[in-house]
């Protein structure tokens, strides 16, 4: 089977739509790493996403019979907009089941390529489910965003562009964005064969580990629930044949949290001036992490920059999220008496750190509430001795700094409340 997918990847049609997207150096976040980092800007794709190389590869092999009956999919967006592109441009009429939570980018960018959208469930799964009932009562053929063969190999046409624009033996590991597992399936297969000693590593979401679980467990599982922070990889269960794929070629899965993918969003935009979406930043993110954990440097390491479909209302969120996503900010949850006093004790134990948000809410007669920002210029490490007394001891403000980084939601909502008796 692998001769078999470098066979399809080398033949695959995904170039009438397609464009063979830049290799570039990432200068500012491989200075702070001390490693060479490369993105792949599959941001740069006509639908802003590399999905359209699958996407249209499928729809490309159609039979002229096949192809005359039209296509259906389900999609979170990206998926979606390839579809919809390639069946325009073979002249065939595409249908679009979409949850309902899909970002309106997406669904405004599937109407303008001429789709028929239907808006169904609240997640991909439930999406899909319909897709294919809809797709056997009206006779369309059904293009699978990842377990199919042809969107494999069209995916897969990402690491014969890096192995073109980059020499494999100089290539240390190349990161993937995963949800389903179509992307990692198809770069793993082309660049093992050629390159058996470059690691291949996925990126999920903590809250979005499906390849990860599947892999650990050595059988696909069906996760109970998925954040949608990351809609384009909120998959509740991977593709058959790219797990088998992912057995076969993946070294290893990693998983990041939100505010890990929202400074990974902030780096890119520092290194390219584009904004990339939660999934597309999954790769950035990962390297982070693994650099972090494996205490390398001099590596080249080169992350697929998925997507750009963001909403534009999200940034925010994200510009919040990003600076506890790299460390720089520390979000506190403090609980004090409500007596004469304490609060001042508070502000004095503080002493001259920067403040960058503040909220003082009174809980009853006996304690109020007080969330607190402060900027960090050490990192987590500072965190030891951000309220060195009274009451607030080092593990907790490290187990506090843990809940922190995997929270998904509102900072004053998701913290843990740290008890004191100031």
Avoid: W
């Avoid at 066979?7 to 049609?13: C, E, G, N, P, Y």
């Avoid at 390839?82 to 599937?110: C, E, F, H, N, Y």
């Avoid at 899965?253 to 902030?266: E, F, G, K, N, P």
């Avoid at 440097?297 to 919040?320: H, K, P, Q, S, W």
């Amino acid at each position: 089977m692998q001769e078999n997918y470098v066979d399809r990847i080398l033949k695959a049609k995904v170039y009438d739509v397609a464009v063979e997207t830049s290799l570039e150096s990432a200068p500012r976040l491989s200075r702070r790493l001390d490693n060479r980092i490369l993105f792949k800007r599959e941001d740069l794709q006509p639908v802003f996403s590399f999905k359209i190389r699958g996407a249209y590869n499928k729809i490309a092999q159609l039979s002229p019979i096949s192809a005359q009956r039209g296509v259906i999919c389900a999609s979170a967006g990206n998926h979606a907009q390839g579809v919809a592109l390639g069946a325009r441009t073979r002249g065939i009429p595409a249908v679009i089941v979409m949850p309902l939570t899909s970002p309106d980018i997406k669904v405004q960018a599937v109407a303008d390529l001429g789709g028929e959208i239907v808006l169904h469930g609240d997640d991909y799964d439930q999406a899909y489910e319909h897709a294919l009932e809809l797709g056997r009562a009206r006779g369309l053929v059904f293009v699978h965003p990842f377990d199919d063969p042809d969107v494999i190999a069209g995916q897969g046409t990402i690491a014969m562009e890096i192995l073109r624009q980059h020499h494999g033996d100089e290539i240390d590991a190349i990161f993937v964005p995963v949800g389903g597992g179509g992307l990692i399936a198809g770069i793993g297969a082309y660049a093992k064969s050629l390159y058996p000693r470059i690691k291949i590593i996925g990126v999920e979401p903590e809250d979005a580990a499906g390849m990860h679980d599947s892999l650990r467990a050595g059988k696909r599982v069906t996760l109970d629930r998925v954040g949608m922070f990351a809609d384009g990889v909120a998959v509740r269960r991977v593709g058959e044949e790219t797990f088998r794929l992912a057995r076969q070629y993946v070294d290893e899965i990693i998983l990041v949290t939100t505010d890990q993918i929202c400074a990974a969003i902030q780096d890119i935009f520092q290194d390219t001036r584009s904004i990339a979406e939660p999934a597309g930043a999954l790769a950035v993110a990962g390297i982070k992490k693994y650099v972090a954990r494996e205490n390398c440097t001099a590596r080249t390491l080169i992350a697929i920059n998925g997507g750009a479909n963001m909403n534009f209302d999200r940034l925010r969120y994200v510009a919040e999220r990003a600076d506890l996503g790299a460390q720089r900010e520390a979000l506190l949850a403090v609980e004090i008496p409500e007596a004469p006093g304490s609060f001042l004790r508070f502000c004095e134990l503080l002493g001259r750190r920067s403040v960058t948000e503040f909220n003082y809410r009174y809980g009853d007669l006996r304690a109020a509430q007080i969330f607190v920002g402060l900027g960090l210029t050490q990192g987590k490490p500072a965190l030891t001795n951000v309220v060195p007394a009274e009451g607030i001891v080092e593990r907790d403000l490290l187990r506090f700094a843990a809940s922190a980084d995997r929270s998904s939601h509102h900072p004053l909502a998701a913290q843990t409340m740290i008890t004191t008796e100031i």
